[in-house]
């Protein structure tokens, strides 16, 4: 319980309405996707970058723990108060466009903008911010950034970080840094920009970030292919994007979520396929479209694929996406708790990553259903179980921990887009060395030297 004197203290800097220690506040910001629970102390609501450095000031010169916090809709923990202190929540205030900058294809943005919202203020102006989280309806850019957000979009266009141009912070003592430049070019100093991408509210609380766009394409056309084998269908991936051809997205569904997407929803999909890829493709010529998709469609053949489907038109299209938007809700069919890890290897190693996932599967007798990007190698790895049942549970996470080991043998890594947060950081000493650790610790000690900035996350103690 945080002592009434810093109460006060923090209704000075903030004013009376934007801080709140009831129990209502405490319970709505304890939790995150994960579901787990953790109350913090208080939660603040900034007004603006001073609020931030003046909070935060006050907060290391008392080793009061402070959680910075965007729509609190990650899968790891990230967000989670799970040491107490405070929640400085992002939404009500820090959540203002401040610059579309046409002439030369830059975005300026508070961390509380929703990734949609950006992504249709620059779309009125011919422009296009690509990364597309699953929960770009209502996450924010400031969580997106500090989880290296990715998307279906990746496979053309690359990720979060891909876009983030500078940004500006403030760090633990109340300092305000700004890092980087509007410009493409820009080598001066340490990346310090690059560091506090992903680095999830550990090092810095990110105050303003200036994010790269590109030119919007003007066509768009999606296809769907239906292989008999999830080997073949990761074989046509990689396959795929070794031909010339880089699709915007290249999405697969593994047969028992194809199962889960039609029991659920009745959609008429091919239960009996062992996979399914869907793609889109863009450009502003409709020969270059075609030309793409005739491209895959060959490639797709080639390994197997027994149907290949063009949508006609943006209903088709949407029908298309359905199963794939859908498919996580969908595994409910298979257990009440998911185990939900987004795993990433080199695309080449897809079909070999599978096969040891399914065997996992068949030694503990549950069910892993996998889909998601394998247009960059990241797969959405779901070990299904009864939340009821304490044995099954603890046999799930003995299933997850071999699911990492796999993909580390493999080359891969723990995470391509959700994080580490709290789920992960138990299994961070599988990924990286004890040098590696201690100079992820370091760089955190630079930055934080109090530990008051969402500490425990990452694996960092």
């Known amino acids: 319980m945080i002592d009434a004197k810093h109460l006060k203290k923090f209704a000075q800097i903030v004013g009376d309405e934007n801080i709140y220690s009831d129990k209502a506040h405490l319970i709505a910001y304890s939790y995150d996707a994960t579901r787990e629970h953790f109350e913090p102390d208080a939660v603040i609501f900034p007004r603006d970058e001073n609020d931030i450095s003046e909070v935060l000031k006050y907060c290391n010169e008392h080793k009061i723990i402070i959680v910075p916090r965007g729509a609190g809709s990650g899968f790891t923990g990230g967000a989670l108060p799970s040491n107490g202190g405070i929640v400085l929540a992002m939404e009500k205030y820090m959540n ?43 996450s924010t850019i400031g969580g997106n950034v500090s989880e290296n957000a990715g998307g279906m979009r990746a496979a053309k266009y690359g ?147 027994s149907e290949f489907k063009i949508a006609k038109d943006k209903k088709e299209a ?72 304490p044995e099954q549970v603890k046999i799930g996470y003995k299933a997850i921990e071999e699911v990492f080991q796999a993909t580390i043998d493999l080359g891969g890594t723990l995470s391509g887009e959700h994080g580490i947060g709290l789920a992960k950081a138990p299994y961070m000493g599988m990924a990286f060395t004890n040098e590696e650790m201690a100079l992820f610790k370091s760089i955190k000690l630079a930055f934080d030297p109090n530990n008051i900035l969402n500490p425990a996350k990452m694996g960092l103690k």
């Open 96 to 138: 203002k466009i401040l610059e579309i900058d046409v002439k030369n294809m830059v975005a300026v943005v508070q961390p509380g903008v929703v990734n949609m919202d950006l992504q249709r203020a620059v779309e009125e102006v011919g422009l296009f911010y690509p990364p597309d989280p699953a929960s770009q309806e209502y």
């Open 159 to 305: 990720i979060t970080k891909d876009y983030v141009m500078a940004t500006r912070a403030v760090l633990p003592n109340g300092d305000i840094i700004k890092a980087g430049k509007k410009t493409i070019k820009d080598v001066a100093g340490y990346n310090i920009s690059g560091i506090l991408v992903a680095s999830e509210g550990t090092l810095a609380v990110l105050s303003e970030i200036t994010l790269r766009l590109i030119p919007k394409p003007k066509m768009t056309k999606t296809a769907m292919g239906i292989f008999p084998t999830v080997n073949a269908a990761m074989e046509a991936v990689y396959k795929t994007m070794a031909s010339g051809v880089t699709p915007v997205a290249m999405e697969f569904l593994d047969n028992l979520t194809i199962r889960a997407v039609e029991q659920t929803f009745k959609k008429g999909l091919p239960v009996d396929a062992g996979a399914l890829l869907v793609t889109d493709v863009d450009g502003n010529l409709e020969e270059d479209l075609n030309f793409q998709l005739s491209q895959i469609e060959k490639v797709f053949f080639e390994n197997g694929c």
């Open 318 to 389: 949407a029908d298309i996406w359905f199963a794939r938007r859908n498919a996580s809700p969908a595994l409910s069919v298979y257990g009440s708790k998911k185990l939900n890890e987004d795993v990433t290897v080199p695309r080449a190693k897809l079909p070999e990553l599978l096969e040891k996932f399914y065997a996992i599967a068949d030694k503990y007798d549950i069910k892993i259903p996998c889909f998601g990007h394998t247009g960059d190698g990241n797969v959405h790895t779901n070990v299904m179980v009864d939340g009821k049942d």
